[in-house]
């Protein structure tokens, strides 16, 4: 399967909405968010640290390690392109009573509005594939997180095999068709282990690690 490239940010505020309610009300998606971030946790983020959430849209993820963490004076700053995504993330963070442990920043993720060595821990979920230079901003989160930091970048898979394709094709029928559009979009349009090895080989990355399941991926370094 060929490679389709998606747009890069999600602009207008009715498509944010629709992804907002979409994602917010999916109990899968939700328990999707809820174990993405227990794996951010054993990364292990230090007392009193900051994480960056790159392409956190309306900051679902970027909440759910914000309750992990809140008790432990950690910060957690969500950053993306799209001003109408960061309205609803905030509105999103309010409803949760989050506001004390999240910022939002509208920024780009090709020259982040953040100093070297900023973060102890980068995140990013469902992003990668609207990048079209992942090797430009794997080397802006090579630079943003401390050299003994840690990053967890996941995004789907792109799918090669028929099993995982027939699964895909079994969820797209449970999404209402408006959505099922962009659930095979950010499939036809992510990486394969072995795309993402060389696109990560390039970066300034350093100490990381690919880990490919069944229709997800992500680089990683513990
Ligand atoms: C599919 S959404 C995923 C949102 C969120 N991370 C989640 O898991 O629900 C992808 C997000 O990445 C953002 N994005 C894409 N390219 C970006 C860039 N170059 N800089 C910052 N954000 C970007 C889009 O605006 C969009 O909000």
């Given amino acids: 399967m060929k490679r389709i490239p998606e747009s890069e940010a999600i602009s207008e505020m009715a498509d944010a909405r629709r992804f907002n309610e979409f994602m917010g009300n999916n109990r899968f998606r939700q328990q ?6 227990q794996r951010i946790m054993e ?5 009193g640290g900051k994480v960056l959430d790159v392409g956190t849209g309306t900051g679902f993820v970027a909440m759910e390690v914000a309750k992990l963490v809140r008790e432990r004076d950690i ?3 969500g950053l993306d392109l799209s001003p109408a ?3 609803l993330a905030a509105e999103n963070a309010q409803r949760a009573g989050l506001n004390d442990t999240l910022t939002w920043r509208e920024g780009n993720a090709y020259a982040m509005p953040f100093a070297d060595g900023e973060f102890d821990c980068v995140i990013s979920n469902d992003s990668l594939h609207h990048w079209e230079d992942p090797v430009a901003i794997f080397n ?3 630079r943003v997180v401390k050299p003994e930091g840690r990053y967890l970048i996941h995004d789907s898979r792109r799918l090669e095999t028929w099993w995982p394709k027939l699964f895909a094709w079994g969820i ?3 999404i209402p068709p408006d959505f099922r559009v962009h659930y095979w979009g950010s499939i036809h349009s992510s990486y394969t282990p072995d795309e993402l090895h060389t696109l990560v080989a390039r970066s300034q990355l350093a100490g990381w690690k690919i880990e490919a399941g069944f229709m997800e991926l992500a680089v990683v370094k513990k």
């Avoid at 999707?32 to 971030?37: C, F, S, T, V």
């Avoid at 990364?43 to 007392?47: D, E, F, H, M």
């Fill in 172 to 174: 797209g029928l449970m």
């Fill in 140 to 142: 802006e989160i090579a």
């Fill in 32 to 37: 999707e968010y809820r174990e993405l971030a």
């Fill in 85 to 87: 995504m960061l309205t």
């Fill in 75 to 77: 910060r957690v700053v």
């Fill in 43 to 47: 990364l292990g983020i230090p007392a």
